[in-house]
């Protein structure tokens, strides 16, 4: 009896990760265009979670981000990630906004569902962060031009040697980031959305430095 409720725990963990990466990956193609990082004859209008949603065709910048989740998805199974923020960059490299999704496992997960019911659930929830961050624009100043993105992922201390031994698999490296290039003197912090479930817990907010001293 007890290995059936460790195999069952073992399946909701895989299954929530396997959608928070899925999801991630939506939601920073659909941040990059609401903002304009990117020209919006790179993007290409698809559906997900029965919404119309827009995903960069650019090879770079869709391979950049598949390589980030794959890398993370084993660490958000076991509850390792604590956020992963998108950050949008000047020329500089200097931060002016972080998109922060706080990711936060519960400490016993469990479900009734099956995976199927289980998965649609949880596609219905994130649906609506969605939409959020497609009005997200009307709530920020407008970014100067030539602007860029990286990607940070916020792990506990036990999660960086098992990066290390992926990104030897992976060839995808990943850097200690300088804390000096994270700060935002008096950012503003605009709360976009909040889910709780018995499987996961994610909350989206947006922090926004002073664009005007540039």
């Not at 059936?4 to 929530?16: E, L």
């Not at 998108?86 to 519960?106: G, I, K, S, Y």
Request: with cysteine; charged share 20%.
């Amino acid at each position: 009896m007890a290995s059936s409720s460790i195999h069952q725990d073992i399946n909701v963990a895989q299954i929530a990760a396997d959608i928070v990466c899925e999801f991630l990956e939506v939601a920073f193609h659909q941040i990059l265009y609401i903002r304009q990082v990117y020209p919006a004859g790179i993007f290409q209008r698809r559906k997900k979670y029965n919404i119309p949603v827009q995903m960069s065709c650019h090879p770079d910048v869709t391979r950049y981000l598949q390589d980030t989740l794959q890398t993370i998805r084993p660490l958000v199974g076991r509850g390792e990630v604590d956020k992963v923020v998108l950050n949008v960059t000047d020329r500089q490299a200097c931060p002016l906004e972080r998109f922060v999704f706080e990711v936060t496992p519960p400490v016993q997960p469990s479900v009734n569902d099956d995976s199927y019911l289980l998965r649609l659930r949880l596609e219905q929830a994130l649906r609506a962060f969605v939409l959020k961050i497609n009005v997200c624009d009307s709530m920020l100043d407008t970014l100067p031009q030539d602007v860029t993105f990286s990607v940070h992922v916020y792990t506990q201390d036990s999660a960086a040697a098992s990066l290390e031994q992926q990104q030897l698999v992976q060839n995808f490296p990943w850097v200690e980031a300088d804390s000096d290039s994270l700060k935002m003197p008096n950012a503003r912090i605009i709360p976009l959305k909040t889910m709780t479930s018995n499987v996961i817990k994610m909350q989206l907010y947006v922090e926004e430095g002073d664009k005007t001293v540039r």
